[in-house]
């Protein structure tokens, strides 16, 4: 594995690999990477010829700034990791790479954009098209790939390839899950032992509203799931919502067109946990 800290260098290389007709596949992460991003190389390594991975801690994508500055960082262990896991590019770039000048632009992602991760989070989805849009620049891959885990930002990316023309195709992984069902994520560092326990049951609860959805309306299965949630000790719930995979608008009737993905936030002591599970019901 090689490692390169320059965008120009880095674009010049992927040409170089393209004309070879060499398919390139693309992880971008924020490091403290775990076995769901290791999965995204393995995805890649599968689908493509050339694998890049890049770590880089997205301030702009942060609304707090202490969640920023407590983000885990460990770029050795990781580097050991992505060469473990067979990555051809680790692209490492300093925040002046990546920002030489204050990044001004101003995406409009609509609906997609308001709701659910928009709504508690102002100026998250901003942050990341700024930098998915200049990662994308820099790495003209044929696919990229994302964890479903984050399954808005999945979507919300989709519609940035969408605006700005890129011709990558966006690949959604599924969640990889610790042995008690908590979805992995580098945050979970940041959990005490007993919080990791606690946190086990936002998957549960998950499962257990797709397994009983049919037996209540969408309002009172979101009520009753709301209150198991609310009864999780050591937790505070900031939303949980079913809405239509595709516009991600909240749905009111089972019957509506499409699948549907039941999104859950909720902060384990002072941690931002995310999950989601999919009803398909086509």
């Known amino acids: 594995m090689i490692t390169i800290e320059s965008k120009e260098h880095l674009h010049h290389q992927v040409s170089i690999l393209k004309s070879e007709g060499?398919?390139?596949g693309f992880v971008p992460t924020m490091g403290a990477l775990h076995k769901g991003h290791l999965s995204l190389i393995e995805a890649?390594?599968?689908?493509?010829?050339?694998?890049?991975?890049?770590?880089?801690?997205?301030?702009?994508?942060f609304n707090d700034k202490d969640d920023y500055q407590q983000y885990p960082r460990t770029f050795e262990t990781d580097k050991a990791l992505l060469e473990?896991?067979?990555?051809?590019?680790?692209?490492?770039?300093?925040?002046?790479?990546?920002y030489p000048e204050?990044?001004?632009?101003?995406?409009?992602?609509?609906?997609?954009?308001?709701?659910?991760?928009?709504?508690?989070?102002p100026g998250h989805f901003n942050g990341v098209a700024q930098i998915v849009s200049k990662?994308?620049?820099?790495?003209?891959?044929?696919?990229?790939?994302?964890?479903?885990?984050?399954?808005?930002?999945?979507?919300?990316?989709?519609?940035?390839?969408?605006q700005l023309n890129y011709n990558i195709e966006i690949i959604a992984c599924p969640i990889v899950r610790e042995k008690n069902g908590l979805a992995m994520s580098s945050?979970?560092?940041r959990l005490s032992e007993k919080e990791k326990e606690i946190a086990s049951n936002i998957f549960k609860i998950l499962s257990?509203?797709?397994?009983?959805?049919?037996?209540?309306?969408?309002?009172?299965?979101?009520?009753?799931?709301?209150?198991k949630y609310k009864e999780l000790e050591h937790t505070r719930l900031e939303y949980f919502d079913i809405v239509n995979d595709t516009n991600l608008q909240t749905?009111?009737?089972?019957?509506?067109?499409?699948?549907?993905?039941?999104?859950?936030?909720?902060?384990?002591?002072?941690?931002?946990?995310?999950?989601?599970?999919?009803?398909?019901?086509?």
Request: charged share 25%.
């Open 22 to 24: 060499k398919t390139i």
């Open 44 to 61: 890649s390594n599968k689908a493509c010829d050339i694998t890049i991975s890049s770590i880089f801690v997205n301030p702009n994508q």
């Open 84 to 98: 473990q896991a067979n990555c051809d590019i680790l692209f490492a770039p300093s925040q002046e790479e990546m």
């Open 102 to 121: 204050k990044d001004s632009r101003e995406f409009d992602f609509g609906e997609l954009g308001n709701v659910m991760e928009g709504a508690h989070r």
């Open 135 to 162: 990662l994308f620049d820099a790495v003209p891959a044929h696919k990229a790939f994302f964890g479903q885990k984050d399954f808005q930002q999945y979507v919300i990316i989709k519609d940035l390839v969408k």
């Open 187 to 189: 945050r979970n560092q």
């Open 208 to 227: 257990w509203a797709k397994k009983n959805y049919l037996d209540y309306s969408v309002s009172d299965l979101k009520d009753i799931v709301a209150k």
């Open 251 to 282: 749905i009111k009737t089972w019957e509506e067109d499409g699948n549907f993905v039941a999104c859950v936030a909720i902060f384990c002591g002072k941690v931002r946990l995310i999950d989601n599970i999919v009803f398909n019901l086509q």
